[in-house]
């Protein structure tokens, strides 16, 4: 993951992210803020994928509401009721030129994930981050973290070659 200031986000930097595969940390005054994910063909059909029980089950049912039009609830209705039925997380539409730090800590304040658009087209996904989140992380994790640490510095103290996330995970 690259991190790069929440100033130099931009839809060119998305585009070469995606690119790149890479996730990007954006940073606001040095300090971790937001995750954006980059969307792409790819990742959304790697989440349908993922997902197709779910998506043909949400089908069905939202053919049986459209027949029964009493319970027909429309998707803006749907995306704006962040306690629907589903257990959707409430997503928030952004454009590009809209993003800064005053955003993004309103939006991790209400647990709002962002969709970043671009010229009009979901250009990829930005994930608040808190260091509320952050720590919870962390206290969940200390002894994985803690094992890791000592296991690297077992290795560095080997004087074995490094192995690299890239040497061991396929593309």
Same mark, same amino acid.
Do not use: C
């Given at each position: ?26 940073? =606001? ?21 993922? =997902? ?6 949400? /089908? ?5 509401? /459209? ?105």
């Amino acid at each position: 993951m690259r991190t790069v200031s929440i100033r130099e986000v931009s839809g060119a930097l998305i585009s070469e992210a995606a690119e790149r595969q890479e996730t990007l940390g954006i940073t =606001n005054n040095n300090v971790l803020a937001g995750v954006l994910v980059p969307v792409t063909s790819r990742w959304v059909k790697h989440l349908v994928e993922g =997902n197709v029980s779910r998506i043909l089950h949400s /089908i069905e049912r939202g053919e049986k509401e /459209i027949a029964d039009a009493e319970s027909y609830v429309s998707l803006d209705k749907a995306l704006s009721d962040e306690k629907n039925a589903s257990g959707a997380f409430p997503i928030r539409r952004v454009s590009i030129r809209q993003i800064s730090g005053k955003l993004l800590s309103e939006a991790a304040e209400r647990g709002e994930t962002l969709g970043i658009t671009t010229d009009n087209v979901l250009a990829g996904v930005l994930v608040p981050v808190t260091p509320r989140w952050i720590d919870h992380l962390i206290e969940n994790n200390i002894s994985r973290i803690l094992h890791s640490i000592a296991r690297g510095e077992n290795e560095i103290a080997s004087g074995a070659p490094a192995i690299k996330l890239e040497d061991i995970v396929p593309e």
